[in-house]
């Protein structure tokens, strides 16, 4: 499978290749449809895995690739809906110890999911934009 860019710069998954035509599809719908081989230039420097993950929205890719499990998933939530959270706080209310925390909070704060801040004169951790977009996008898709 191949990365094509039609005319109007849309990219699109090469599915098969015949002498006039190309069935490409839409990374964004799934659909799939015929194009004019002329209409189609290949991007060799585009993986079409990359390409694909473009469907899914930058932030919640990038909570995907930092989250190991459903625990490191789960403090990112409640930081959403908690709002700023002191370290303490965050170590007497959840399963986690000290190393493990600060591990994810290092991971997160690298990855641009938290940002450091002060809560009642101790360090705290709170959610960032991206973060709340990605969480919000995923708790829309709920069923």
Same mark, same amino acid.
């Given at each position: 499978?191949?990365t094509?860019?039609d005319d109007e710069g849309r990219? /699109?998954?090469l599915?098969? +290749?015949?002498?006039e035509?190309s069935?490409?599809r839409?990374?964004d719908?799934?659909?799939?449809? $015929?194009?004019?081989n002329a209409d189609?230039?290949?991007e060799?420097?585009a993986?079409p %895995?990359? !390409?694909?993950?473009g469907?899914v929205? @930058?932030?919640?890719? +990038?909570? %995907?690739t930092a989250t190991?499990n459903d625990? @490191? #998933?789960?403090?990112?939530v409640?930081l959403?809906? +908690?709002g ?5 706080? #965050? #170590?007497? @209310? /959840?399963? %986690? ?5 600060h591990g994810?909070?290092?991971?997160? +704060? ?5 940002a450091? !801040? !002060? ?5 705290? $951790?709170?959610? !960032?934009?991206t973060t709340r977009? =990605?969480? @919000?996008r995923l708790? =829309?898709?709920?069923?």
């Amino acid at each position: 499978m191949r990365t094509v860019r039609d005319d109007e710069g849309r990219r /699109y998954l090469l599915v098969k +290749r015949s002498s006039e035509s190309s069935l490409v599809r839409d990374p964004d719908t799934g659909a799939e449809e $015929y194009v004019s081989n002329a209409d189609l230039t290949v991007e060799d420097d585009a993986s079409p %895995l990359s !390409t694909a993950a473009g469907a899914v929205p @930058a932030s919640v890719r +990038r909570v %995907l690739t930092a989250t190991p499990n459903d625990r @490191a #998933l789960g403090l990112l939530v409640e930081l959403v809906d +908690r709002g700023p959270v002191g370290v303490r706080a #965050l #170590l007497d @209310a /959840y399963d %986690l110890c000290e190393s493990d925390l600060h591990g994810l909070l290092a991971e997160f +704060r690298a990855a641009g999911l938290v940002a450091e !801040t !002060t809560v009642v004169g101790e360090r705290g $951790y709170e959610a !960032t934009e991206t973060t709340r977009d =990605a969480v @919000a996008r995923l708790r =829309a898709t709920e069923e």
